[in-house]
């Protein structure tokens, strides 16, 4: 992303941590109109060399006022945000990364806390440009890793082809490429070489009498003075099929509409008459060498080996639980099968040494007893009868003196 889209287009979401903070600098910067006009026609020199930055003297002092607010907000944010990560993190173990800590501060003035100087507007421009930049190289990192893939899949297709078929895809192939070799240029969305070839195409005028002013009431079908998104897009439709940079950078209060005004301002800047075509892939230098590829590839495959070698120790580990889950099913089993045998015993002997029952089923505890005690009696009595009977004399006593 270049520097002017950094400061032009702030509505735009960088994904930086301190997105907020730069865009509601550059919102306040445009209240100013002194500096909106600076804006509106610095380039990429006046953002670089700190020229634009100098301009924050001349602005208002309700203006500086407001940037002197925002800074302190984000000083505090930055302070809870640091204290946070010392807090989740144990201090005495871990050794703290000062630098780490002071690069949190890059886009702003530390040693001024207070205060929102040219210097703040300098560092916050530059730093989210680098930011922006890194962001842009990992993007394209992800960018060469998705062609190298698809180079990959594709040379992977071929060997599964008989000599017939891969002559006959790789000739495909190269016909495509030629086809997107002859393609016509593309010229950037908005540019005057964009304008111009609108004008020339579909409204069918002298380019060399190209007129913004005209062009633009041209193309507002419903003559409300602004150029409405289906607008835009009809106007950019041979370029680009979205148009959110383009509205963006030249939707300059945000309101999703294009006016005269804004439009006529966008044509002012020096990239407007910069008439550079876009590059197709084809038109460029590779993505990516073979050497990256060969790299690429061993890289695919040692990933592979390793998900081969998870997938069959997680396989292992699932034939295990399933081993287990049988062994602790036995047991359960077993288990119930034990309790069901005890619980039939336990009915077996209750039912044996249980009482007999009356008519009404109350328990008959007398007649058991009655029993006992009518065994137990009888035979002393026998006993005793038969005693006194063996201690009787044969024969009864006869003629016995009689004592006087």
Excluded at 223 to 228: A, E, N, P, Y
Excluded at 237 to 260: F, M
Excluded at 321 to 334: I, S, T
Excluded at 389 to 401: I, V, W
Aim: charged fraction near 35%; include cysteine; aromatic fraction near 6%.
């Amino acid at each position: 992303m270049c520097d002017v889209c950094v400061v032009a287009c702030p509505l735009q979401d960088t994904g930086l941590y301190y997105d907020r903070y730069l865009r509601e600098v550059i919102e306040v910067l445009e209240t100013d109109p002194h500096f909106r006009e600076k804006l509106q026609t610095a380039n990429t020199e006046d953002i670089k060399n700190g020229r634009l930055s100098k301009e924050l003297d001349l602005v208002g002092h309700h203006v500086r006022t407001r940037l002197d607010e925002l800074k302190r907000q984000e000083v505090s944010r930055l302070r809870m945000l640091l204290k946070a990560k010392l807090d989740s993190t144990n201090t005495q173990s871990l050794q703290m990364d000062h630098a780490s800590l002071l690069k949190q501060f890059e886009h702003l003035d530390p040693h001024n806390q207070n205060t929102f100087e040219a210097k703040d507007l300098e560092l916050l421009i530059s730093t989210a440009t680098k930011d922006l930049e890194n962001y842009d190289a990992e993007r394209h990192d992800e960018f060469k890793r998705y062609e190298m893939l698809k180079e990959h899949e594709r040379r992977e297709y071929l060997k599964g082809l008989d000599q017939e078929k891969r002559e006959k895809e790789e000739k495909r192939m190269e016909e495509l490429k030629d086809k997107h070799r002859k393609h016509p240029k593309v010229n950037a969305p908005g540019s005057v070489a964009q304008l111009r070839e609108v004008w020339e195409e579909t409204d069918g005028l002298d380019p060399t009498e190209f007129n913004p002013k005209t062009f633009f009431k041209l193309h507002d079908a419903n003559g409300d003075g602004v150029l409405d998104e289906q607008e835009l897009e009809a106007l950019f439709a041979k370029e680009v099929t979205h148009i959110p940079l383009t509205c963006v950078c030249v939707d300059i209060n945000q309101d999703r509409l294009v006016s005269l005004e804004e439009f006529l301002k966008s044509t002012d800047k020096k990239e407007f008459n910069n008439p550079k075509e876009w590059d197709t892939l084809d038109d460029t230098k590779p993505v990516f060498t073979e050497a990256e590829l060969q790299r690429f590839e061993a890289e695919l495959r040692t990933k592979e080996e390793e998900l081969g070698k998870r997938a069959e120790s997680l396989r292992q580990e699932q034939d295990l639980l399933k081993e287990r889950g049988k062994a602790l099913e036995a047991q359960r089993r077993e288990y119930q099968q034990a309790v069901l045998e005890m619980s039939q015993r336990k009915e077996k002997q209750a039912v044996e040494g249980q009482p007999p029952t009356g008519p009404n089923g109350e328990l008959q505890f007398h007649q058991e007893m009655q029993k006992l005690e009518d065994q137990g009696a009888k035979a002393p009595v026998e006993q005793e009868v038969q005693e006194a009977q063996n201690n009787l004399p044969a024969e009864p006593p006869q003629n016995l003196p009689i004592h006087t």
